[in-house]
């Protein structure tokens, strides 16, 4: 087991990672200091896998452990789920010296995270992410938020959380297409932090697996401990999300959270080689490796709608998008000047080719 450490100015926290460590889940997070009642927020797919044996080490450690199971899907990750979880938690109990734990992927973390930083104006709360994406992207940083129906995570909140656990022998249960989400946000830490994480995905794919999750969390962390409110540099982390976040959005979420960013990187390319920002052979290196991993590179539909659904992004700035243009292999720019026409034309490149056939990992 390894143990990472999150330091921002207001706590600091630790993110356990290691193979087999959900046993130990009891003793780490008596080290982190809860409350004795927690909690236990999934979903029915993760409690079949992983909920009893997590429970159980609770349990041996001393918690009284209160399991509270939500829907699966993007479509449940709405302010009604929370608001069924906040009556959920009155009913197991929960003060404002109890916790939350939060098994499964990112719609759990991120709702379950939500509930928590609004209950009782905040409670502790203990990501374990159960997917690749989640473990390397959503659960480490403090970003939790709900849908709106015009928008991904446009109802949100920072609360950091008090602990990551991180066991990745789970990873082994992950259908072939959630692997490749997580993939996609682990090139995209490449891309904009980590020449060498770059290198060693073209050179050895994904393998072994626990370093390649380590040095991706290694890129998250630096980011987020420079600017844990997104008020400046942390920006950078949303590379490949303003365009990714719309084509998720037009096509009703037939294509996952991976899949965009991995498109929406791309489309980010096609505009920063277009404004003269870009070295000539980023675009051919990440269309190799995204290829490589079964990632799309466009997607089918409307170029129109998915520019008008960008206006939705949370991310502009008095009006105007704000693009993470790849500059180099390990460096991005931010940048809101990016002229319509341009935004218009990468849309035109990643809207040409049928993405339907899923290719595996």
Known sequence: METLEVRLPDCTYNIWLGEGILSLAGDLLLKAGLGRTLALVTNPAVAALYAAP?????????FAVRRVTIADGEQYKTLATVDDLYSRFLAAGLERGSA??????????????????????GIPFVQVPTTLLAQVDSSVGGKVAVDHARAKNLVGAFHQPRAVIIDTAVLRTLLPQHL???????????VLGSPALFEHLERHGAEPMDRVVREALAVKIRV????????????????????????????????????????GMVAATHMALALGLCAPDVLPRLLALLGRFGLPTSVEADPNAIYEAMFADKKKKEGRLRFILPQAIGSVIISDQVPEEVVRLALARITTQDISKEVPI
């Open 100 to 121: 939350v734990v939060a098994l499964g992927g990112g719609v759990v973390g991120d709702t379950a995270g939500f509930a928590a930083a609004t209950y009782m104006r």
């Open 224 to 263: 987020v401990q420079q600017d844990p409110e997104e008020r400046g540099v942390r920006a950078i982390l949303n590379l490949g999300h303003t365009t990714g976040h719309a084509v998720e959005a037009v096509t009703s979420y037939r294509v996952p959270h991976g899949d965009g960013v991995a498109i």
């Open 180 to 190: 490749r989400c997580g993939l996609a946000e682990i090139v995209k830490h490449g």
């Open 54 to 62: 997590l429970e159980a080490s609770l349990q041996a450690a001393g």
